[in-house]
């Protein structure tokens, strides 16, 4: 018993060729969509929303950011947000200026390894995927740096290199 072909009425006034070709292509489409919609954007980054002299501060700091940060260029991020800077691609670096003074600063985190470069001291905290996070403590914002694994040579290495611009820009 031969099976009947029924062509939906929408393609049946189409020439064979483009009938054929309107399956692959339309899932292609769709392939392209979806992977456009996982890629790497800010929406996994949150934006914090300082207030009043701290906002002030970050907006002054988000002026004043490299737009290389070693080696890796910076990305623009959507939605665009003067509170957030990356670096680099996956993994990239994260700057989030207005960050809500860290819980784990009032537990047993709160001796974690602490350095102080040119007078910015650097709070640490090391991440469930071996990235680390560093934030500023004793200036008018906090400052976080969340730098994953691989980002960096030395996890370190983002956070002491925008020192000086954190220094210059967010009071002590």
Same mark, same amino acid.
């Given at each position: 018993?031969?099976?009947?072909?029924?062509?939906?009425?929408?393609?049946?006034?189409?020439? $064979?060729?483009?009938?054929?070709? $309107?399956?692959? !292509?339309?899932?292609?489409?769709?392939?392209?969509?979806?992977?456009?919609?996982?890629?790497?954007?800010?929406?996994? &980054?949150?934006?914090?929303?300082?207030?009043?002299?701290?906002?002030?501060?970050?907006?002054?700091? +988000?002026?004043?950011?490299? /737009?290389?940060?070693?080696?890796?260029?910076? /990305?623009?991020?959507?939605?665009?947000?003067?509170?957030?800077?990356?670096?680099? %691609?996956?993994?990239?670096? &994260?700057?989030?200026?207005?960050?809500?003074?860290?819980?784990?600063?009032? #537990?047993?985190?709160?001796? %974690?390894?602490?350095?102080?470069?040119? %007078?910015?001291?650097?709070?640490? *905290?090391?991440?469930? %995927? #071996?990235?680390?996070?560093?934030?500023?403590?004793?200036?008018?914002?906090?400052?976080? !740096?969340?730098?994953?694994? #691989?980002?960096? *040579?030395?996890?370190?290495?983002? +956070?002491?290199?925008?020192?000086? &611009?954190?220094?210059?820009?967010?009071?002590?």
């Amino acid at each position: 018993m031969a099976r009947e072909l029924r062509i939906p009425k929408a393609l049946a006034g189409l020439p $064979a060729p483009v009938r054929w070709l $309107a399956p692959p !292509v339309a899932l292609t489409c769709a392939v392209v969509a979806l992977l456009g919609s996982w890629s790497s954007t800010a929406s996994d &980054v949150e934006a914090p929303r300082p207030t009043g002299r701290a906002a002030e501060h970050c907006r002054a700091l +988000a002026a004043a950011l490299p /737009q290389e940060l070693l080696g890796r260029p910076r /990305q623009d991020l959507s939605p665009a947000s003067p509170y957030v800077a990356a670096w680099g %691609d996956a993994p990239r670096t &994260v700057l989030r200026c207005g960050v809500e003074r860290p819980e784990e600063l009032n #537990g047993e985190h709160a001796a %974690d390894w602490s350095p102080t470069v040119d %007078d910015v001291t650097w709070w640490s *905290q090391k991440l469930d %995927d #071996g990235g680390y996070r560093f934030v500023t403590t004793m200036r008018a914002a906090y400052v976080e !740096v969340t730098v994953p694994k #691989g980002a960096a *040579q030395n996890p370190f290495d983002p +956070a002491a290199a925008l020192t000086p &611009v954190v220094k210059a820009n967010i009071p002590g």
